[in-house]
């Protein structure tokens, strides 16, 4: 994704000016923070990360959309490509998180646009889980502590 390519080679530019350090020198709580102030740029709105279910290896985060993103998204240009634009963004955190990781991981929506604020859910998993993953979600599974379970490797290990 050259999007997200490029989004994380200039958040690492911005992190090495504001703290001098590399992105995978950072804290996961100042990459928390660090992901949330771009997406805020970025007019995507808030965004949290969620490390409750990492004991299975995976990692949540939401986006909560701002108004801006939802003006956007209603417009003609962009009717009807929601499901693209959180596409891209699943792409730039595959590629963001993978760099803080220093291995690979794979970001796929699991809901896009739930509730009211709406919010989108990511979920996170080592780049040998993706094939796995992608066939439980093409299967209809939505529910994300369901896929932590189906994806942990402590019941792979079984
Ligand atoms: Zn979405």
Redesign the pocket.
């Known amino acids: 994704m050259e999007w997200g390519r490029r989004a994380a080679i200039d958040l690492e530019a911005q992190i090495f000016q504001s703290d001098g350090k590399s992105l995978g020198e950072l804290s996961m709580r100042r990459v928390a923070g660090v992901l949330d102030d771009w997406f805020k740029e970025q007019g995507l709105g808030a965004s949290a990360l969620d490390f409750s279910l990492s004991s299975d290896g995976c990692l949540v985060v939401e ?1 909560q ?1 701002s108004a801006l993103s939802e003006a956007s998204l209603a417009n003609a240009r962009d009717a009807g490509e ?2 693209e ?2 596409a891209l ?1 699943a792409g730039c955190l595959s590629a963001l998180l993978s760099h803080v990781g220093g291995r690979r991981l794979t970001a796929r ?1 699991v ?3 739930v509730g009211r604020p ?1 919010l ?1 859910s990511f979920l996170i998993v080592s780049h040998a889980r993706k094939a796995q993953l992608d066939s439980l979600l093409e299967a209809g599974e939505r529910d994300i502590r369901t896929l932590a379970e189906r994806l942990s490797p402590r019941n792979a290990a079984r």
Request: hydrophobic share 25%; glycine share 24%.
């Open positions: 986006l959309r929601g499901g634009r959180c963004i929506e809901r896009c646009g709406a989108c």
